[in-house]
């Protein structure tokens, strides 16, 4: 693992940024880096992973029936796009999105904070409503109780959901 400390910081401008790079074997991938910018002054954060053998843009799609399903390993680069259909919910790449390792349960999670977020910043009494209503759809899946679909988009080819069950299709 390579670690650069005090690195100026492109939120704060600050020299508190960790600049961090680590290579490590991922199944299904091979050699990958991971790298992550953290400040400790502003608490800005970004990471990504790229595979060292690039490949052609590709499309998973999984679908989580069981809460066995929430343990499936997800490879998310920052280029991809993920997608919830039955909730009309997407997270589409940013300049700041951020790569990461998880599993289905951790994509749930994210998708779950944006909604809470969302609901805790409003006054408005349909939007807490809506907000709860997807909330307790999240709930459900999680118990094994509705079947949600999970997309992933990544014209990098770099992102990947790791499941006998997972269709993928190239772009």
Not at 81 to 109: F, W
Not at 111 to 126: G, H, L, M, S, Y
Not at 144 to 157: N, R, V
């Amino acid at each position: 693992m390579e670690v650069i400390e005090k690195q100026d910081c492109p939120v704060c401008k600050q020299k508190t940024m960790q600049l961090i790079q680590e290579e490590r074997e991922v199944p299904h991938f091979g050699k990958c880096y991971l790298m992550s910018m953290n400040c400790i002054e502003c608490l800005y954060h970004s990471s990504d992973i790229e595979v060292e053998k690039k490949d052609n843009p590709k499309k998973y799609e999984f679908t989580v029936e069981k809460k066995q399903d929430l343990n499936v390993r997800v490879i998310k680069s920052g280029e991809a796009t993920i997608k919830i259909p039955q909730l009309r919910m997407s997270v589409t790449p940013a300049p700041s999105s951020i790569g990461y390792i998880s599993n289905i349960e951790g994509v749930l999670r994210r998708f779950k904070k944006i909604v809470e977020d969302q609901r805790d910043a409003t006054e408005d009494p349909e939007a807490k409503k809506s907000a709860k209503n997807l909330l307790k759809k999240f709930w459900k899946a999680e118990c094994g109780e509705l079947a949600l679909k999970i997309i992933i988009e990544d014209p990098s080819g770099n992102s990947a959901i790791i499941s006998d069950k997972a269709v993928v299709s190239k772009k």
